[in-house]
């Protein structure tokens, strides 16, 4: 049942009616009635976030390759389209056909921010889906979870019947074979995720697990309550990345993205094991691309889509081992075309002097580095191994070979970060807009970002406290008062939103009314400045016996359950907590 109709009366009152309608290049329309399955992929933003995402660009190529298969795609409206929807009773839909999203066999949420929780619960409300899976009926749609945050969904695990650990691909063909013989087959939602699980490898049931408290109320652990489920839920790993499925006829946005530009993934996991970062954790081992393999993706992309910018994507593109070769064979064939070239965040090493020189194509993409820390010192507490030598000659020579501003990013509240270190990020920084002048282009201008740290899932640093909202308002003023030039833009996010990303990130199931009671407050949409507010969250934690104390500012025992203990994050505990040892020594050895 196509719902447009009813959903065309209400685009000329709201902003860019065009993400509501469908109809863009590239997309597949399927004939509901001629598909064994069909799979609503739903990304908790908007349409222009969630259009430059590859994960989605990827999964909706792949399952629209099979006869059987139909994907389409849905995103959460913004505020004044979901007004609008709610008082004409039009529920969620999806962009091919304009079907309810309840009438789809899988509705698949990609999981990519904690404060996106919130987006999930009222996507799931819209479209009338009953939020808990203990409440669905045979004929709701298996609510199912990927991505970054499935590795830790446990705050909104009683509203998601399974979770797809690590690399979608195999696994999502799998489940949505399966799904297409069982479906209509179980009343009962335990028991069809119990065949599931005893069919697909790498799922995670919440409901077949149950936590485990102590009388202080902390958590104990988390255990199965049935045979088909694992003790440990094991990740799922493309087995030949050269050969995976890469999406060369992606969607073509109708209106105006966060990226609109070819992203060219050319590796798979990090070699780096920072211990910030839970990316490097979970994405593990590193699997890169050929050249030819890559060039041949970058020219059948562009001819399906048009774009004229390719970025090189990973989580360290400057590691890969074939980078030198695969810029000068994309320059060759795209500098006649006018395409440009960028290299999202790259790590700072000696190989990054010689990339401007490479880059310098016809029309200048974007340059960004990412040093993260302002010492060497912190950047060997968080395995960071790069020298300001580097990151000074990579940003004269960028400046040199033509480009007028390039990016860099930071991270304050780190573990065992002092003062001294703060001030040496504004010298940094200073010093690094002045290799401007030193390249002979006094122009040149410095957007710098710079993010609160929040401890994360299967990182060395989960056992850490986080920075208090106290300290980092003292950073940031820190950071304001010595960093000043006109030429510099800075940009501090905001550590209010990162308190409550630490509250989330971290938390177990007894967070699960807390996100409800978020949603009926209004608290969505929460990445985006002029939808948080701190104040509503603050109440609501108040109210509901959240303690700050208790989810971000303590230390974890080197014992202590996590929520997660159960879930395959990349490398076994012990060897994070190894590496969280390793970093304790450092930070001593390098303030004696």
Partial sequence: ??????????????????????????????????????????????????MSHLGLQIL??????????????????????????????????????????????????????????????????????????????????????????????E?????????????????????????????????????????LVKRIPNLYAPCLYDPEYGSDGRLLGTHPNCDEAPLFVQRAQVADFET???????????????????????????????????????????????????VKYA??????????????????????????????????????????????SLRVNERIRNIPGILNTIRKAGFTMAPEAGTERMRKVIHKLIKDDDLFAAARAAYSQGWDTIKVYYMIGLPHETDADIDATCEAILRTRKCSVEAGNRDGELNVTISPFVPKAHTPFQWDPMATPERFRAIKDRLYNRVRHKKIHLKVHDP????????????????????????????????????????????????????????????????????WDHLDGGPPKRTLLRSRVKAETLAGASAG
């Fill in 244 to 294: 995976s499925y890469f999406p060369t006829n992606p969607i073509v946005p109708a209106v105006e993205c966060v990226h609109e530009r070819i992203n060219l993934e050319i590796m798979r996991g990090c070699p780096h094991a920072c211990r910030f970062c839970q990316a490097g954790m979970i994405k593990l081992p590193v699997r890169a691309r050929s050249v030819d393999t890559l």
């Fill in 496 to 563: 209010e939103r990162a308190y409550v990303e630490g509250v989330v990130s971290r938390g177990d199931r007894r967070l699960a009314p807390v996100l409800v009671e978020a949603v009926k407050a209004g608290c969505t949409f929460d990445a985006w400045d002029e939808k948080f507010d701190h104040r509503r969250w603050m109440d609501l934690f108040g109210r509901m016996g959240i303690k700050a104390a208790d989810h971000n500012f303590r230390e974890r025992g080197d014992d202590e359950a996590f929520p």
């Fill in 60 to 153: 909706y190529g792949l399952l629209n390759r099979e006869p059987g298969i139909a994907a389409e795609r849905v995103f959460a409206p913004w505020t004044d389209m979901e007004a609008r929807m709610r008082a004409a009773g039009v529920p969620l839909y999806s962009m091919e056909t304009k079907s309810p999203v309840r009438d789809f066999d899988i509705l698949g949420f990609s999981l990519q921010y904690e404060l996106s929780f919130t987006n999930v619960l009222n996507m799931l409300d819209l479209a009338g889906i009953p939020l808990r899976t203990a409440d669905r009926r045979e004929n709701d749609p298996l609510v199912i979870a990927g991505g970054s945050c499935a590795f830790q969904p």
């Fill in 299 to 344: 020219i059948e992309t562009y001819k399906a889509t048009g774009y004229d910018e390719i970025a090189l994507t990973s989580l360290s593109t400057a590691d890969y081992p074939h980078l030198e070769e695969l810029m000068a064979r994309l320059k060759q064939e795209f500098d006649p075309k006018k395409v440009g070239l960028s290299l999202p």
């Fill in 155 to 195: 705050p909104i695990a009683e509203f998601l019947d399974l979770c797809v650990l690590g690399d979608g691909e195999d696994r999502m063909l799998d489940l949505a074979k399966a799904v297409a013989e069982l479906k209509g087959k179980f009343r009962d939602r335990r028991e069809y995720c119990r065949e």
């Fill in 1 to 50: 049942m196509s719902l447009l109709p009813r959903i065309e009366p209400l685009l000329p009152h709201v902003q860019a009616p065009a993400q509501y309608i469908g109809g863009e290049v590239n997309a597949v329309v399927k004939d509901p009635a001629l598909v064994k399955v069909r799979v609503a992929l739903a990304f908790p933003d908007t349409y222009k976030i969630g």
